[in-house]
């Protein structure tokens, strides 16, 4: 089953929308930081193969896009309990 070209471009919207809420909560915005604060360090050097700093670097990496990860399916899941509930509920249009 494909879906209208309308439809996609509504949902990848609202995950754009909601990626840019995320990235600016506290919780979220403290991981985006520390990745990048991490990032930064293990760049300062050119021999990257034999730093912690790119050890670290990857942890908060892989924090910061679990966090994503987390709030962007908790979001999902709301938005498709909306959804199923306004499709379930009687219209009053239709009267």
Do not use: C
Request: aromatic letters at 12%.
């Amino acid at each position: 089953m494909s879906f209208p070209a309308w439809f996609i471009q509504t949902i990848q919207g609202r995950l754009n929308e909601v990626t840019a809420q995320i990235e600016h909560q506290s919780k979220p915005r403290q991981a985006f930081e520390e990745e990048r604060k991490a990032f930064q360090a293990l760049f300062a050097s050119m021999d990257i193969a034999r730093k912690p700093e790119f050890e670290y670097w990857e942890d908060k990496l892989s924090l910061k896009q679990s966090v994503l990860y987390e709030r962007l399916y908790l979001q999902g899941l709301k938005d498709g309990m909306q959804l199923a509930n306004a499709f379930a509920a009687p219209s009053v249009l239709s009267d």
